[in-house]
């Protein structure tokens, strides 16, 4: 059985703004965050499937963001949560590695590897998608924690993974109950 899987990183935040690190610590939209939620709105209710259940982030910027796109009901995880930076949560962004770097970075100081992440939003979402009772869900995320995700499971057609993941991007996936494997289909991204 196919199901649909919409996948969305949450509006500019406060850190964004500022440059900072975002990674478990949060911070609150901003009202350009607020603004680009309520703008792809429309794009996901011309959707040719309904949501029938919805997911979140535990961070209050995934929250914010889902209750601006969806009156559904919504249960909050923490398998959907950004990568863990550690001790580098709210430094300034110049202190970014390059992205083949992040993996030891972030891990010997404190925060996740690369698989970690992965897996962690990978098993997240399969368990999600497996409920009987779930068909087309949409769930909101963060950039890098989604962009693993997108990375693993485009790896044999890397062209379709997108180079930026701006805020409110929504990735659409079919999801395959039987492989219990993701297929990228459809990428939104407004801001980028």
């Known amino acids: 059985m196919i199901k649909k899987l919409a996948l969305m990183r949450h509006g500019q935040t406060l850190f964004n703004l500022r440059s900072k690190f975002q990674g478990v610590v949060d911070s609150p939209l ?25 997911y979140s982030s535990s961070s209050e910027r995934a929250c914010d963001t889902l209750e601006i796109v969806t009156d559904l009901p919504y249960t909050r995880l923490k398998g959907l949560k950004e990568w863990n930076f550690g001790i580098l949560e709210g430094e300034p962004e110049y202190m970014h590695p390059p992205f083949d770097e992040y993996d030891q970075y972030f891990s010997t100081h404190g925060g996740e590897g690369r698989m970690e992440v992965f897996n ?42 997108p180079e930026r993941y701006a ?13 219990k494997s993701f297929a990228l289909v459809d990428v939104h991204n407004p801001f980028a």
């Open 30 to 54: 901003t009202p350009l965050g607020i603004q680009q939620a309520e703008t792809v709105k429309p794009f996901l209710d011309a959707l040719p499937f309904q949501f029938d259940h919805a």
């Open 120 to 161: 962690r939003i990978n098993s997240t979402l399969i368990s999600i998608m497996d409920k009987e009772d779930h068909t087309n869900v949409i769930a909101a995320s963060h950039g890098l924690a989604m962009r693993e995700f997108v990375l693993y499971w485009t790896k044999d057609n890397p062209q379709l993974a």
């Open 167 to 179: 805020n409110c991007i929504i990735l659409i996936f079919d999801y395959d109950t039987e492989t």
